[in-house]
């Protein structure tokens, strides 16, 4: 045995030499199975928790992009109706024009309830751009539907 090897055993305490290769005391034979398991069930559930976070995350941002581009082609569809500038009457004595806000009230109609700004008129007809609608709904914001003008209300 060489001096320094003398030297870390009794430094260090009663350690093996380094020729022996074996050692006394093993931290690792403490740790019982169920614990190892522990251990890796625990990684195991936070790699779980990261993947789901990031998914969650992925949906909000194409939800929010979604919800951005319906507002950009709404914005538009009124930017045209604003240039346009038509106005019509109908027999009830409602006057519809573009960029006015209309309600769907025919309650026998799919779109029943959708409300929107005018972009469109024709003898009987109204285009509108849709602004509001969500989920369950036959309708969201962006849509451009075509009704009879008996069917709609100005607001």
Known sequence: MKLKDLLNENILGDLPSSKLMKMKWNPLAEVSAEEVDAEIEAADAQIDAAKAKSKASAAAEKDTIKSAKDKIKAAKAQMKVAEEGVIIEDHEGYTFGTGDIVNNRDVSCDHHGSKGFVIQLSADDVKYSVTNGGDGTSYK???????????????
């Open 141 to 155: 914001p962006g849509d451009v539907l075509t009704k009879h003008k008996d069917q709609l209300e100005k607001i």
